[in-house]
C-alpha cells in the first residue's frame, strides 16, 4: 500500500532550523517530498535529521507587473487598515517609502496614491479575489500544476508565509483539492500585511497570535486557526544542544574567569546604529576598569552582510569577542539565501547558557535567554550621530508586537550611555514580567514539534 505524502514548501533557508533541525518531520509514517530551492550541502544536513524520500526543485517564479501591482496595493491598503484598527501609525513605518530609481518611484506613488481608497475590508477582499485569479495565469502556475498531478500529496506544508512564490503553489493545491497548511514564522509578521498565501490551516505560536489573525486577517474562519506552539524553543530543553564549557570558552576566546554580556546585533534596517552601541558599552565598561571582571561577546544578526562592526571589534578586540552564526552562505548574499546549520543551534544555545545577560534593540533574543531565566537589557536611547536621520530607538519600541508586553518590567531598559555600567552589571534573574511575557508570545513551546505534526496529520 503507497503512503501518504506530505510536500514540505521550503521557499527559503529561515525555516530549516525551526522545521528540519527539531523532532516536527523526524521518524514520520509518511513519506516526505522536499519542495525547495537549496544547494546540495544543505540538502545533505537537512537529511541527517529528517527522512526525506524524494526532492523537488521549485520552479524558477518571475512576478508578472499585474500581481506586482495587486500584492503592493493588497499590503499597503492592509498596512492603512491595520494602522486604523489598532490605532498605531508605525504600522506604515513597514512600507517603503522611498524608492531609489525612477521607474520605481513612478510604480510605488500611482500605489501610494491609489491605496487610501481601498482602505474598507470588503474592498481589500476584492483585491485578493484579482490576485488570486492574476497568480494563476502566471506560467508558473501550470508548471506546478504538474509537479503536484505527479507527487500527489495528502497535504503541502509552508516554513513561511511571507515568500512571493508560495501563494502561487497553495493556488495549485487548493484547485486541486490538496490540504494546506502554514505556519506564522515569527512572532511580530502578522501586522506587517505580508502574507502572501491563502492556507486551509493556520499554525500559531499561542493565543495571542490566534487573535492577531482573526484581527487582521477576519475572512480566516476560527477554526481553522491552531495554536502549537513554534518548534525554535524546544530545543533550549536539551541538555544535549550546549557545548561543553571549556571548548565553547577556548573555541571563542573567552576568559573562563570573567562575566559574559552578550551583544546580539539586528538587521541593518532595523538598528542602523549597532555598532555604536557595541562601541558605546565597550568604552563604558572599559573606562570603569571593567575589562578584567567582563568580557562581550558579540552575535551578529545572521543576515548581516555589512562590515560594519569591524572596526569597532578591531578597537576592543581584548574585551570583545564574536561568535558569528553558523550559517551556509550563496554568492547572492540575499537574507533568503541564507540557511543555518545544524551546529549554530548548539551555538546560540550555549550563548545563551554561558552569558550573564543580553543587550539587544528589542530582539526576540529575549526569549532566547529567557530559556535560562537570563535578563535582557533593551537600548533605549538615541545616538547623537545617526546613520540613518530618521530613524530612532524610540520607533522600534512602537510597533505593535510589542504591545504585547505585560508591563515595561519585562526587560531592563538602557535609556543613556551613562547607564550602561550600572544596567549591564546587574547581578538578576529574568523578572517575573518577562517570564509572564513569555507565556504570552510563546505559550505552551515545549509540545511544540508534536503539537505541529499531529495538526498536519489530522488535517
Given at each position: 500500500m503507497e503512503k501518504d505524502k506530505i510536500l514540505l514548501l521550503f521557499p527559503d533557508g529561515v525555516g530549516i532550523r525551526n522545521y528540519l533541525y527539531s523532532t516536527v518531520f523526524k521518524d514520520m509514517e509518511e513519506d516526505l517530498v522536499l519542495f525547495h530551492n537549496f544547494d546540495p550541502e544543505t540538502v545533505n544536513a537537512i537529511?541527517?535529521?529528517v527522512d526525506i524520500d524524494d526532492e523537488i526543485t521549485i520552479p524558477a517564479y518571475k512576478e508578472s507587473v499585474k500581481e506586482k501591482f495587486l500584492r503592493e496595493l493588497i499590503c499597503l491598503s492592509?498596512?492603512?487598515?491595520?494602522?486604523q484598527k489598532v490605532k498605531n501609525p508605525s504600522l506604515l513605518t513597514n512600507w517603503n517609502w522611498s524608492q531609489k530609481t525612477f521607474s520605481k518611484k513612478f510604480f510605488y506613488k500611482l500605489m501610494e496614491t491609489t491605496a487610501p481608497f481601498f482602505r474598507k475590508y470588503s474592498t481589500i477582499l476584492k483585491l485578493?479575489?484579482?490576485?488570486?485569479?492574476?497568480?494563476?495565469?502566471?506560467?508558473?502556475?501550470?508548471?506546478?500544476?504538474?509537479?503536484?498531478?505527479?507527487?500527489?500529496?495528502?497535504?503541502?506544508?509552508?516554513?513561511?508565509?511571507?515568500?512571493?512564490?508560495?501563494?502561487?503553489?497553495?493556488?495549485?493545491?487548493a484547485d486541486l483539492g490538496i490540504k494546506?497548511?502554514?505556519?506564522?514564522?515569527?512572532?511580530?509578521?502578522?501586522?506587517?500585511?505580508?502574507?502572501?498565501l491563502r492556507a486551509d490551516h493556520y499554525l500559531v505560536w499561542s493565543?495571542?497570535?490566534?487573535?492577531?489573525?482573526?484581527?487582521?486577517?477576519?475572512?480566516?474562519?476560527?477554526?481553522?486557526?491552531?495554536?502549537?506552539?513554534?518548534?525554535?524553543?524546544?530545543?533550549?530543553?536539551?541538555?544535549?544542544?550546549?557545548?561543553?564549557k571549556e571548548t565553547f570558552f577556548k573555541t571563542y576566546n573567552l576568559d573562563l574567569n570573567k562575566k559574559i554580556i552578550c551583544f546580539s546585533g539586528d538587521d541593518t534596517k532595523?538598528?542602523?546604529?549597532?555598532?555604536?552601541?557595541?562601541?558605546?558599552?565597550?568604552?563604558?565598561?572599559?573606562?570603569?576598569?571593567?575589562?578584567?571582571?567582563y568580557q562581550i561577546l558579540f552575535r551578529r544578526c545572521p543576515v548581516d552582510f555589512s562590515g560594519r562592526y569591524e572596526?569597532?571589534?578591531?578597537?576592543?578586540?581584548?574585551?570583545?569577542?564574536?561568535?558569528?552564526?553558523?550559517?551556509?552562505?550563496?554568492?547572492?548574499?540575499e537574507w533568503n539565501t541564507v540557511y543555518p546549520s545544524i551546529e549554530d543551534v548548539k551555538l546560540l544555545i550555549s550563548t545563551a547558557f554561558y552569558s550573564d545577560i543580553v543587550v539587544n534593540v528589542g530582539s526576540t533574543m529575549a526569549f532566547d535567554f529567557a530559556m535560562f531565566n537570563k535578563p535582557c537589557v533593551f537600548i533605549n536611547y538615541d545616538q547623537p550621530v545617526k546613520n540613518i536621520k530618521e530613524w530612532s530607538v524610540k520607533t522600534i519600541y512602537q510597533f505593535q508586537h510589542f504591545k504585547s508586553m505585560p508591563d515595561k518590567e519585562v526587560v531592563i531598559?538602557?535609556?543613556?550611555?551613562?547607564?550602561?555600567?550600572?544596567?549591564?552589571?546587574?547581578?538578576?534573574?529574568?523578572?517575573?514580567?518577562?517570564?509572564?511575557?513569555?507565556?504570552?508570545?510563546?505559550?505552551?513551546?515545549?509540545?511544540?514539534?508534536?503539537?505541529?505534526?499531529?495538526?498536519?496529520?489530522?488535517?
Open positions: 537529511k541527517t535529521n492592509r498596512l492603512y487598515y491595520n494602522t485578493e479575489e484579482k490576485y488570486q485569479k492574476a497568480i494563476r495565469q502566471n506560467p508558473f502556475y501550470d508548471e506546478v500544476k504538474e509537479i503536484l498531478e505527479k507527487v500527489k500529496p495528502k497535504v503541502v506544508f509552508c516554513s513561511h508565509q511571507r515568500a512571493l512564490k508560495v501563494a502561487g503553489i497553495f493556488a495549485v493545491a494546506t497548511a502554514t505556519v506564522i514564522y515569527s512572532w511580530d509578521n502578522l501586522p506587517k500585511a505580508r502574507m502572501a493565543d495571542y497570535m490566534k487573535k492577531e489573525l482573526e484581527l487582521y486577517y477576519p475572512e480566516i474562519p476560527s477554526e481553522n486557526i491552531h495554536i502549537t506552539g513554534t518548534s525554535q524553543f524546544e530545543f533550549y530543553e536539551d541538555e544535549k544542544n550546549i557545548i561543553n532595523t538598528s542602523p546604529d549597532d555598532p555604536a552601541y557595541l562601541n558605546d558599552m565597550a568604552e563604558e565598561l572599559t573606562k570603569a576598569n571593567l575589562q578584567d571582571e572596526s569597532v571589534i578591531s578597537k576592543y578586540s581584548d574585551l570583545i569577542k564574536e561568535a558569528a552564526p553558523l550559517w551556509y552562505f550563496n554568492t547572492a548574499n531598559w538602557l535609556n543613556h550611555k551613562d547607564e550602561i555600567v550600572e544596567k549591564l552589571t546587574l547581578q538578576k534573574n529574568c523578572s517575573t514580567a518577562m517570564m509572564e511575557w513569555k507565556k504570552i508570545v510563546l505559550e505552551d513551546y515545549k509540545n511544540a514539534s508534536m503539537k505541529i505534526r499531529e495538526t498536519i496529520k489530522a488535517n
